[in-house]
């Protein structure tokens, strides 16, 4: 298996601009959750779907974020308009009920 | 303030030394795993550990379980550059289904 895959790798953007994130879980895993990585509040969950249904987005703020899980192996995050204190790595997991596998992350930058 | 506290934030050491990191809590988890992250990279899961007092071993790495199952620690002995990387504890809270809360992190940096 591959693994979990994000793309990109690598997003640089302007202020206002939307950026779409996306995810590719593990096959047959059936959680996936987003995570935001910064220095100074280290792993935060946004959201997480269970059979691609929403299971919590209390971490995600609503206003600007919004994530989608069309099928069981494509997920997406979405910021719109983006903003500097977006500024992150964020990381995808798939999950069978156990232990997280992470996909490496796409970090973001908005100017 | 976090769910999970882990100390210290950053431990530099010398090859061949030991050393403690500590992940606490005033919750009760149903279960606590320990990732290790590497820089451009995801965590990477290390160990789950499910029961109070606990005590797993991988290699040179043990992992326990507090008795209350609200607390963990994770020794390296004799430790290598390898072993640098940022280590994050993670937990699952009773009756929060498959969601994780991590602590902050500890980096650790080994020195040849």
């Known amino acids: 298996d591959a693994g979990v895959i994000q793309s990109p790798r690598h997003e640089v953007t302007e202020m206002g601009q939307e950026v779409t994130l996306r995810c590719k879980p593990i096959s047959g895993h059936d959680y996936l959750f987003w995570y935001r990585q910064t220095m100074m509040q280290g792993l935060e969950l946004l959201v997480y779907?269970?059979?691609?249904?929403?299971?919590?987005d209390s971490g995600m703020p609503k206003d600007r974020f919004s994530a989608k899980m069309p099928n069981a192996s494509f997920s997406t995050l979405k910021i719109q308009p983006s903003e500097p204190r977006d500024s992150a790595v964020y990381f995808c997991a798939s999950s069978l009920a156990g232990p997280y596998t992470f996909g490496s992350g796409t970090r973001l930058t908005v100017v | 303030t976090q769910l999970l506290e882990q100390s210290p934030q950053f431990l530099s050491i010398q090859e061949g030394e030991n050393l403690t990191v500590y992940c606490n809590s005033s919750s009760v988890f149903s279960s606590l795993q320990w990732y290790r992250q590497e820089p451009g990279e995801g965590p990477v899961l290390l160990v789950t550990?499910?029961?109070?007092?606990e005590v797993k071993k991988l290699k040179r790495l043990t992992f326990q379980f507090g008795d209350a199952r609200k607390d963990s620690s994770l020794h390296i002995t004799a430790a290598q550059p390898g072993d640098t990387g940022l280590y994050l504890c993670a937990g699952r809270v009773v009756a929060a289904g498959n969601k994780l809360t991590f602590g902050g992190g500890t980096r650790v940096l080994v020195k040849p």
């Open positions: 779907f269970n059979n691609k249904a929403v299971m919590d």
């Open positions: 550990v499910v029961t109070g007092g």
